[in-house]
């Protein structure tokens, strides 16, 4: 049984005529009565009551009429889709990101790119920068949003520059930096750090644990490590700490006297900033990327 021989049944069936259904179906008589004939043999039953005036179906035909037509329904529906999704415009595509960024302006992209490929299904997953690499390079991500890679080099992966956000300080209130209005590396040297990480990561290989050492020379000392954002700003105002984050995580708690946020500065004087970047297999041909990509180009964007 084949897709054509159901759509030769399903014209049989809905003419009652061998001959107009062969013409309907650009094939001879003879040939559309041993494709049912064929049919037939593979049922195991008549579907069709005929000799040379009359034809109709058989109760078993009725039955597999309805069938055979959803078959063939769903068969075309599933080219349509086949070629849609190789065109990039139905499809899925899973997009990792770095715990946190949801505060940025992330959600716009999303709703942006949602609204112009409404049939591209989209699986969001959180973790850390490592995890996320990980699962880049194993495909289980199409692409990450993730601060960008220092210190190392995938081959393997191409990368986009998004922007820099400004990296910030957050101190609790009474601190005696507290009234600063900018602060340096060197000067937290001696501070207990709070970083927003997974309790399984070994501390030499944090993320912001090697961003301290690279900018400001020293390993931090880490007091407490904590993967929930709520988690460590409650940590931050009790007093057990301080850390730094982007300045998206925190643009909410400006007005929170528990807080203090303060811009960190580099050994020149100027803002600090961290960069972030989206990145993607260079092998990976998920034509839904390519789509993504198109529209985090676009010069409006309010990621770029």
């Known amino acids: 049984m084949n897709i054509n021989q159901l759509e030769y049944f399903i014209s049989v069936a ?139 080099e995938f081959p393997e992966l191409d990368h986009l520059y998004l922007r820099s956000y400004p990296l910030m300080a957050v101190l609790y209130a009474g601190h005696p930096l507290s009234d600063r209005s900018s602060l340096s590396y060197e000067e937290l040297e001696d501070e207990d750090f709070i970083m927003m990480q997974p309790t399984d990561r070994p501390r030499d290989q944090m993320e912001e644990s090697m961003l301290i050492y690279e900018r400001g020379g020293f390993l931090p000392r880490i007091s407490a490590i904590e993967g929930d954002q709520e988690t460590l700003l409650l940590m931050i105002a009790s007093g057990m700490g301080i850390s730094l984050l982007p300045e998206y995580i925190i643009r909410h708690c400006r007005k929170n006297p528990d807080y203090r946020i303060i811009p960190m500065l580099r050994r020149d004087g100027s803002a600090e900033t961290i960069d972030f970047e989206v990145s993607w297999a260079v092998e990976n041909k998920n034509p839904a990327l390519e789509q993504f990509l198109g529209i985090l180009q676009q010069k409006d964007n309010p990621q770029i």
């Open 14 to 152: 809905e003419t009652l005529n061998f001959t107009r259904a062969a013409a309907k179906c650009f094939i001879s008589q003879t040939a559309m009565t041993q494709q049912i004939r064929a049919l037939e043999k593979t049922v195991g039953v008549p579907l069709f009551i005929r000799d040379k005036h009359h034809v109709e179906l058989t109760a078993a035909g009725r039955v597999y009429l309805n069938e055979a037509r959803m078959i063939v329904n769903r068969s075309n529906e599933a080219l349509r889709m086949a070629r849609l999704a190789s065109e990039g415009i139905e499809g899925e595509l899973a997009i990792g990101f770095i715990r946190g960024y949801g505060q940025s302006d992330f959600s716009r992209l999303l709703r942006t790119f949602h609204a112009t490929y409404p049939g591209i299904r989209i699986n969001l997953l959180r973790d850390n920068m490592s995890i996320l690499m990980d699962r880049l390079r194993n495909r289980d991500c199409d692409l990450i949003f993730t601060i960008s890679p220092f210190k190392r």
